[in-house]
């Protein structure tokens, strides 16, 4: 079995949510959710395409769909990148810090570990916003 949150069951992913451990967090919760509001985007094209009635806008919901499909994908393969992203942060915090040097190694890898656990939730943020252009 794989060990990748995304091919858990939704309740032991919430168990593991849930649980006391660090990741996964809100960055992985907001990414199953966005994946779902694809996944709604791509039900709503799929009860469009082919039903009469529908015929002047079926073309505009194949179009949707392989985005919203696209979207999906994306969004869903970021759940566990995001839940590793804070494994820098955690590491860095086991470093020895016993000497000066080995203060200021550690301060600079927490910090280098925060700027990427913050990169991967505005990666999915940004995936979430495609389908709403700004203009």
């Given at each position: 079995m794989s060990d990748l949150l995304i091919h858990q069951k939704i309740t032991d992913f919430l168990d593991e949510l849930a649980s006391?451990?660090?990741a996964p967090g809100g960055g992985s919760a907001a990414c199953l959710s966005g994946s779902m509001g694809a996944a709604l985007g791509s039900m709503v094209?799929?009860?469009t395409?082919?039903?009469e009635g529908y015929e002047?806008?079926?073309e505009f919901f194949k179009e949707?769909?392989?985005k919203t499909e696209e979207l999906r994908e994306k969004i869903i393969n970021l759940l566990d990148k995001d839940a590793n992203a804070f494994s820098g942060v955690i590491a860095a915090f086991r470093m020895p810090k016993e000497t000066e040097e080995e203060k200021s190694a550690r301060s600079a890898k927490i910090l280098e570990g925060y700027k990427h656990a913050t990169e991967v939730p505005l990666e999915s943020c940004r995936a979430c916003?495609?389908?709403f252009p700004a203009d």
């Open positions: 006391d451990s660090p094209a799929r009860l395409i082919g039903k002047d806008v079926e949707k769909l392989v916003r495609e389908p």
